[in-house]
């Protein structure tokens, strides 16, 4: 073995440990990731309920299905019978968060407040077009 490849092996094998987490979320659990611009998420077992913050849109993933989070603020998976997934991205450069949430009511309260937040903006955005100050 060359003095290259047996510097080298160790390295790239920490660089995929850390930019890989395999999770499983039980059956009615929310896990919450906070921060996870660009980080995929890959389910390999099990059906999960996605939601992402500053996003309208909900995304149903099942065993084989990958998604990657647009988004830099709260992502929400919610497990509807025990997911197995794994989570890809550089979780040790970046400030992600993970959290395993209570449940059903707690994935409920931020995919509402979500979508009344969207609706502000989009009425703050017809008043002021309207030329009225929101805030003055």
Request: hydrophobic fraction near 40%.
């Given at each position: 073995?060359?003095?290259?490849?047996?510097?080298?092996?160790?390295?790239?094998?920490?660089?995929r440990m850390l930019e890989t987490l395999d999770l499983t979320i039980p059956a009615g659990r929310t896990?919450?990731?906070q921060d996870a611009r660009?980080?995929?998420?890959?389910?390999?077992?099990?059906?999960?309920?996605?939601?992402e913050d500053a996003n309208a849109d909900?995304?149903?993933?099942?065993?084989?299905?990958?998604?990657?989070?647009?988004?830099?603020?709260?992502t929400l998976v919610h497990a509807f019978k025990p997911v197995?997934?794994?989570?890809?991205g550089s979780h040790a450069a970046a400030a992600t968060t993970?959290?395993?949430?209570a449940?059903?009511?707690e994935y409920a309260?931020?995919?509402?407040?979500?979508?009344?937040?969207?609706?502000?903006?989009?009425f703050a955005r017809r008043l002021h077009a309207a030329g009225v100050a929101l805030f003055a």
């Open positions: 073995m060359s003095r290259h490849r047996a510097r080298g092996f160790p390295e790239n094998t920490m660089e896990l919450r990731i660009g980080t995929t998420l890959r389910v390999t077992e099990g059906c999960a309920w996605v939601t909900d995304y149903v993933l099942e065993a084989g299905d990958v998604r990657r989070v647009a988004g830099g603020g709260l197995r997934m794994c989570v890809e993970f959290e395993l949430g449940g059903y009511n309260a931020a995919v509402f407040m979500t979508g009344l937040r969207e609706a502000f903006r989009r």
